[in-house]
């Protein structure tokens, strides 16, 4: 603002100088006409300058302008892409998050799912069953099996035998509640084993343990293999 000030005073002061050179040459009686000719000359050739000086300085100053609001608008720029990259960055944190604690829940859930694939009411005891459930359930117990594991046993050996101790695969030579191959098997806990739904259980119970640890863990792998 200081030089625009200072250039409106150069042309001001030009002006001034061009009346006084008139007025000093019309009193000494000089040479009007000419004089004033080259002293117009002269001050219009300094305004000129002057108007010239205005008009680039009132350029440069535009062009300085210009080049700092295009410098603001990159810098503007830059941070909306910074801000964007960043927003972008934590919704992928997240993302990613979201999906580890998804696969973890569902790594839970089937981890409990296969530690307890029954999640059923539980018998408050056994005599809630009769017959060879009744017994089977009595056997369990003694075999020192919780009564949470019983519905197992009973869905595994419903599946197998319903229960019957007669029950015989043609096909496979199967027999008895646990469905034991060869029945003979059964004979390494007693003589009885074709006719004793109690020798078979203890027999199917001893099975169990040594390979699947629990009714359930037995259930469990009937229901994915279809055998146990």
């Known amino acids: 603002m200081s030089r625009l000030w200072s250039r409106f005073g150069a042309r001001t ?3 001034a100088l061009l009346s006084v050179g008139v007025a000093g040459g019309y009193y000494l009686g000089e040479d009007r006409q000419t004089q004033q000719q080259g002293l117009t000359a002269q001050v219009g050739l300094q305004v000129d300058q002057a108007e010239y000086a205005y008009q680039r300085d009132l350029q440069a100053g535009q062009r300085v302008e210009s080049a700092r609001q295009r410098a603001a608008e990159y810098q503007a720029k830059l941070r909306a892409a910074a801000a964007a990259k960043d927003a972008a960055e934590r919704a992928r944190k997240a993302e990613e998050a979201a999906a ?10 089937a981890a409990a ?6 999640d059923g009411p539980i018998p408050s005891s056994c005599n809630e069953y009769s017959g060879n459930r009744q017994i089977g359930c009595a056997i369990m117990l003694g075999e020192g099996f919780g009564i949470d594991q019983f ?3 009973d869905k595994l050996w419903t599946k197998e035998s319903g229960w019957n101790h007669k029950a015989l695969n043609s096909g496979s ?4 509640i646990p469905q034991a191959r060869p029945g003979s098997k059964m004979g390494t806990v007693a003589d009885d084993w074709k006719t004793n739904p109690a020798t078979q259980i203890k027999w199917g119970l001893g099975y169990i343990k040594g390979r699947y640890d629990t009714p359930c863990g037995a259930w469990q792998h009937s229901q994915n293999s279809g055998w146990y």
Do not use: F, S
């Open 173 to 176: 030579g199967a027999y008895g």
């Open 151 to 153: 519905p197992c046993l």
């Open 113 to 118: 799912k296969a530690a307890k694939p029954y």
């Open 13 to 15: 002061a030009a002006v």
């Open 100 to 109: 580890t604690r998804k696969r973890d829940r569902l790594a839970a859930e």
